[in-house]
């Protein structure tokens, strides 16, 4: 370990040294001009910088891959600089002899390795010009961001060419945008050449928004909405001008009438106006605060309605928590696992037979490139219209409350622009081999972690073979080491001083960090071990560790959690603590410190006086949960839930929500507990490591898991469900539960939801007759009861275990409810 530790400081003495001596032997250039006859080197990448006056924007060579470097003007203020301009984002020069030179004749020129051009401005306004003898040619970063080239002639300047005119994906404020200019998205946010979408005025005098993919052949506009015509979204095509600009207080303006403010309009801030790699085009204002660019207006809100982003024969699905996912529809897999606008592409051979059969998905279409379109046929006429064209890939089918004169039919030749939204009224139906369907199994190929909106993130890569080292160099070199050795002597003293008397605290500076950002205590291995005898008084178990009862040695007894099966460095765990750190709410267990050394993570939380809710539904501790304190229960696990969904600053499911997992505090309060976990569990599986395999415990686990479908904040309101039907009852799910993991069908609500409806079939006045049939018969013992209240309850948890999820409500909406009931405001719902 010793050995490891030297070797890394001395290679940092060696790079301190490298940068030192550079800076010794040249001189670091805070210009925003470069004068006619100069350039600026990719070699001095960090010092051969155009700097504007007001310090807000650089000039010069910037990184984009390894050994590839882009001409850019980027941001300077905000924490990671922002890319606004670049000259050659689709062919990057090399790190090595590459240089911007301006030469003698006014020409800005771009030279690769080998002297190779590989963009120029193509302006020569002193070459055989007789008025122009001694004209002097500057390139100036202006501090609107704005690369000038320019020169005073008879005492006025005269523009040859700027950057404002050629934007990539970047406008900035008061950058007119004309027929002539449009934006290209970048393909990724670490590749940074041209990607799969364009804004710019189409024929028709139209701001658009269009994807164009990687097939030629599959090009479609999608903003504004295609099926719309330019009056009903508010443009008008009778101008001429085409132009748009917006300002620094945030208003934009076309001639063809788009015209929106920014949410801060009125503020004088730095903005940016970018196409984004996910397509939609978005304002941003910098938080000059904390360095960073807030969205002030976007142009689509619904991310699925954005063209290509999940590529053909795949759909799109958006959740409110996980973000935009993309999964392949069925009997299709992921062609480029770098780049979702690949799409997907079929599993077996395609043979047009007419021993092919469909597949349903449900709330789903596929927009554009219909084969036909028939109206007021059935769904079997429709079938029967694409079974009779060798090239359809599927139907789309839209029948109005059922009215068969209603009806749409459309048969697709191409499977593209796929969205699957719960509220859309129509179904599409895949086109499959009739022998892979009888033995389907539904699965996801999506990335439920898409925020990047594609499974991959790619650095674009371009390396060239080292050049040949002359003569000359080396005396550079020599002699810049010479002048450097007495600097390398003093960084060294340095260095050993700051790393010997450093040594010790290194460890202790997370803990601190963490401690001041989430006001939560670091523990040693020692202390817990102290606290808990040795880890010898257990408590429980499960949700990835066991729990311990511990005194700490303030006094505090607290409960402490030993988590097993974690992967994963100090400093991912510790970004995941701290998350989970920064939650607070009434119904959620308080953390109040962790431990992490080497192998041995820990938790440590409030210790609940009453234990689970599953120790007080036994036989022997039931009878103290009278109807008052289960429904009080049933309301305080809703609200910590819904808190966990849409209140915290960055969205947590739960995964194992069950009665071991909510605690009773001395007034027999529910506190829901392992929260997060699943962010720390298993962190080294290949795809999201939190929703890579199954979770949760049977009998409390939603379908979705087990069928590999998309999991959204649904699955923790069918837990929630099942905890429910188990207070109420008294009967546990997972002695009722079948679950059959083999692939079939099973049985999918279990039995204890099963017998609970069978029940509660009938009119109200029925099953409020029956309800004693139902009720855990400790609530019979204590008598008083409220029917009304009990039947709300059941049939809100009835509803939560729905095997469709988009039926069932969210975590908010079922705290809305069971608060009206409270409020005896109730109006029955089911």
């Known amino acids: 370990m010793n050995q490891i530790l030297h070797k890394n400081v001395l290679y940092f003495l060696i ?32 010092t051969d910088i155009l700097v504007s006056s007001n310090g807000d924007f650089s000039a010069g060579f910037y990184p984009v891959g390894e050994n590839a470097f882009c001409f850019s003007v980027w941001f300077t203020k905000s924490s990671v600089p922002t890319i606004v301009w670049m000259a050659n984002r689709d062919q990057p020069v090399n790190g090595r002899g590459s240089k911007l030179l301006l030469t003698e004749n006014g020409n800005l020129v771009l030279l690769d390795i080998g002297r190779d051009q590989v963009w120029s401005t193509d302006t020569t306004p002193g070459l055989g010009n007789r008025f122009c003898a001694g004209l002097v040619v500057k390139l100036q970063l202006h501090d609107s961001g704005n690369l000038v080239l320019r020169s005073a002639v008879f005492g006025k300047h005269v523009t040859y060419w700027e950057s404002f005119k050629f934007p990539t994906d970047t406008l900035l404020p008061n950058q007119n945008f004309t027929m002539n200019t449009n934006l290209v998205s970048s393909k990724s946010q670490t590749n940074y050449s041209s990607g799969y979408y ?123 928590v996980l973000g935009r996912s993309c999964y392949c529809v069925p009997g299709y897999k992921v062609k480029n696992s770098s780049d979702w606008a690949f799409g997907c592409e079929p599993e077996f051979e395609w043979r047009y037979t007419r021993d092919t059969s469909f597949h349903r998905i449900a709330n789903a279409e596929f927009y554009g490139y219909d084969k036909f379109y028939y109206e007021n046929l059935s769904l079997k006429q429709c079938k029967e219209q694409c079974l009779n064209v060798s090239d359809c890939k599927g139907i789309q089918f839209h029948m109005s409350n059922n009215n068969f004169q209603a009806s749409r039919c459309y048969t697709k030749h191409l499977l593209v622009n796929g969205a699957h939204t719960s509220s859309f009224p129509g179904d599409v139906y895949i086109r499959l081999p009739r022998a892979m369907i009888s033995s389907f199994q539904r699965k996801n190929e999506g990335d439920h972690n898409c925020s990047s909106s594609s499974p991959k993130m790619v650095m674009l890569q371009r390396t060239y073979n080292k050049a040949k080292e002359n003569g000359r160099l080396k005396v550079f070199v020599w002699m810049a080491i010479a002048l450097g050795g007495m600097e390398l002597v003093l960084i060294s003293i340095v260095l050993c001083f700051l790393y010997l008397t450093r040594k010790e605290s290194r460890d202790d500076s997370h803990g601190y960090t963490l401690a001041a950002a989430t006001r939560f205590q670091k523990f040693t291995y020692a202390e817990l071990r102290k ?14 560790g066991t729990v311990y009862r511990g005194v700490l040695s303030d006094g505090r007894v607290a409960a402490i959690k030993r988590l097993t099966d974690t992967t994963g460095g100090e400093a991912e765990f510790l970004a995941e603590v701290s998350t989970i750190g920064r939650l607070n709410h009434m119904n959620l267990i308080e953390m109040w410190g962790y431990c ?195 039947i709300i309850l059941v049939k809100l948890a009835l509803q939560c275990v729905e095997e469709d999820k988009d039926v069932r409500p969210t975590m908010r909406q079922v705290v809305e409810m069971l608060q009206c009931y409270e409020d005896e405001r109730a109006v029955l719902f089911y």
């Not at 903003?223 to 015509?229: C, D, N, R």
């Not at 606290?531 to 990835?544: C, D, L």
């Not at 009722?736 to 692939?743: A, E, K, L, P, S």
């Not at 204890?752 to 309800?771: C, H, P, Q, Y």
């Open 15 to 46: 790079l301190l040294f490298v940068q030192a001596t550079l800076c010794s032997s040249t001189t670091t250039s805070t210009s925003n001009t470069l004068k006619q006859g100069s350039s600026l080197s990719v070699e001095k990448a960090d």
């Open 198 to 320: 364009n804004f710019y005025f189409d024929d028709d005098n139209i701001l658009r928004l269009r994807f164009q993919g990687p097939d030629p052949l599959v090009s479609s506009v999608y903003w504004p909405a295609p099926w719309l015509g330019p009056f009903q979204t508010g443009r008008f095509t009778y101008n001429n001008t085409k132009n748009a600009v917006f300002t620094s207080t945030g208003d934009f303006a076309s001639s063809d009438n788009l015209v929106f403010l920014s949410s801060d309009y009125g503020v004088k801030v730095n903005r940016r106006l970018t196409l984004d790699t996910d397509g939609n085009l978005r304002l941003y204002s910098f938080d000059i605060e904390n360095k960073t660019w807030n969205v002030t207006w976007q142009a689509i809100s619904i991310p699925c309605s954005i063209h290509g982003i999940c590529g053909p024969n795949s759909m799109c699905y958006y959740d409110h």
């Open 531 to 544: 606290a808990t005898a040795g880890f010898r008084n257990s408590v429980g178990s499960g949700g990835g």
């Open 596 to 790: 992490v050394e080497g192998q041995n993570k820990m938790l440590v939380y409030e210790y609940m006086e009453h234990g689970s809710l599953a120790d007080n539904l036994k036989s022997s501790n039931s009878i103290v949960l009278d109807w008052e304190k289960r429904f009080a229960i049933a309301m305080g696990t809703s609200k910590g839930l819904a808190y966990l969904h849409d209140e915290c600053l960055e969205w947590v499911l739960h995964c194992d929500v069950k009665p071991e997992n909510i605690l009773l505090d001395s007034n027999y309060n529910p506190k829901v507990a392992d929260f997060g976990l699943s962010k720390l569990l298993n962190r080294g599986e290949s795809l999201d490591p939190s929703f890579s395999r199954i979770r949760g415990t049977r009998g409390y686990m939603a379908p979705e898991w087990v069928y590999n479908l998309p999991i959204t904040s649904k699955v923790d309101v069918y837990s929630y469900g099942m905890v429910v039907l188990e207070l109420v009852t008294g009967r546990k799910s997972t002695d009722m539960q079948i679950y059959d993991y083999g692939g079939g069908i099973g049985d999918q609500h279990g039995r204890l939801v099963t017998w609970v409806r069978e029940k509660m079939n009938g009119e109200d006045g029925i099953f409020a007759s029956r309800i004693e049939e139902i009720i855990d018969p400790t609530m019979l013992e204590l008598g008083e009861f409220d029917k009304d209240k009990i």
